[in-house]
């Protein structure tokens, strides 16, 4: 997307917006399943906590992307958005047997990752087929927020309790008809995701009814010019043709399934919105928006660099600046960001904007939330309406009685 379509939505729908650029979406879908050609059966299901707009998922559907969901909601919500239950996989963490039984009333494909909801579910439920989540215990990961398979974390089934998991599977004669594993965001080693692959594929070998076999996600996408990223190309060059050898041996054609979040959105969002203050300190420069982390809460959260442009005037002398929110706590976008020169009233446009922005997004403040765009052949079609002040009232209930005086 250019600058200047980007200014013209700011002006047509008002800001602080999102911009969603749906050619970039599909263009990450046609990369990823390009990469694993060689793969008889791919199937790519899209993580769609990273960016929950039902317009987005039904852009994904229109690709043959399935869903991977974390809460039934996100079930919801994918059918609504008019997937097919067998489309999509629910695959959650820490939730109750209730939930996981409501959704598999829905037809969805269940993933179940402790020991204890496996024994209850598998008694209770031995025909169903389940997917089983496996922790390989491998560290993929950037962030220490966003690496999920290390040895003290709560995701998954321990590889080393694979012993026990096969006697509940034997005793319940539950139905395990896939494995699966995540190892968390920003997957920079090839080498290392490909040593977790052997991990699975040893565990699969307990398990006789396979379909499929799903290796997350967390593809680490470029944040800044140069930035390192996840080389899908390699990867699927050997992965395609080990899980190919895997096949042989296993002696059954498999699904190999992929559930990107970030890798499908993060590049295709833009952030835009307009500085209320240049404001200068005894230390610093500080560029004040109007927006804050109630609205892109990962700076604050995760600590990300998210690009940050003046694309009011994209063409003026760089000076430092620190850019902050207007939240009433420490509330930093950037520190000692090279940006061209700013002026009150410019737009300022964060980069990598698709993935856990809107989606995080929350009130706090009492701020209403943005609103949504996907720019598709050239126009911008609003997929999210601007909050008002009704939002905030929605479901306040006022106090019916009179409140005594202490
Ligand atoms: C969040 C999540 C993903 C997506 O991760 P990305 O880093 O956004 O690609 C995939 N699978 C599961 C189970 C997840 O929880």
Redo the contacts with the bound molecule.
């Keep these: 997307m250019q600058s200047k379509d980007l200014l013209q939505l700011a002006e047509q729908f008002g800001n602080p917006l999102y911009v969603y650029d749906a050619e970039k979406i599909q263009s990450q879908y046609n990369r990823l399943s390009k990469a694993f050609s060689k793969v008889n059966k791919l199937r790519i ?1 899209y ?1 769609m ?2 960016l929950s707009n039902v317009a987005i998922l039904q852009l994904l559907k229109e690709m043959g992307s399935g869903l ?1 969901t ?1 809460s039934i909601q996100e079930v919801m919500l994918g059918l609504h958005a008019g997937y097919e239950p067998e489309k999509i ?1 629910y ?1 959650p ?1 820490g939730v109750s047997l209730e939930e996981i039984e409501e959704v598999n009333a829905m037809g969805v494909q269940i ?1 179940i990752d402790n020991l204890s909801i496996l024994e209850q579910f598998g008694t209770k439920y031995p025909d169903v087929p389940v997917c089983i ?1 496996i922790n390989p215990h491998v560290m993929a990961g950037g962030n220490a927020n ?1 690496s ?1 398979g290390h040895i003290d974390s709560k ?1 998954g089934i321990s590889v080393h309790q694979l012993p026990h998991l096969v006697r509940i599977v034997e005793n319940t004669k539950m139905n395990i008809v896939g494995i ?1 594993m ?1 190892t ?3 997957i920079l080693d090839i080498e290392v995701f490909l040593y977790a692959a052997e991990i699975l594929f040893d565990a699969a070998k307990n398990f006789k009814n396979l379909e499929f076999l799903d290796f ?5 996408v470029p944040y800044k010019k140069d930035d390192i990223e996840t080389d899908i190309e390699e990867l699927g060059k050997k992965l395609s043709k080990r899980f190919n050898a895997f096949c042989v041996e296993y002696g059954k054609e498999l699904t190999l399934i992929f ?8 590049e295709a969002g833009f952030f835009l919105a307009k500085v209320n203050v240049v404001k200068q300190t005894t230390s610093t420069v500080f560029a004040g928006i109007d927006s804050g982390f109630n609205h892109l809460i990962r700076p604050m959260f995760y600590g990300s660099q998210h690009h940050i442009e003046n694309i009011s005037h994209p063409k003026g002398k760089e000076r430092f600046y620190s850019v902050v929110g207007y939240i009433c706590e420490t509330d930093t976008f950037a520190n000692n960001r090279r940006i061209s020169e700013i002026k009150e009233g410019d737009i300022l446009c964060f980069r990598n904007a698709g ?2 922005c809107f989606s995080m997004a929350s009130n706090y403040n009492s701020r209403y939330k943005p609103a949504e765009v996907l720019w598709m052949n050239g126009e911008g079609h609003l997929i999210r309406a601007h909050e008002t002040f009704e939002d905030l009232l929605k479901n306040q209930i006022p106090l019916p009685v009179a409140i005594p005086t202490v």
């Design positions: 299901n993580a906590k990273a991977d974390v996989f695959t963490n993933n989540r966003i999920v995701f699966h995540h968390g965001s920003d997350g996600s967390g593809f680490k559930e990107p979040g970030k890798f499908l959105v993060s993935a856990y």
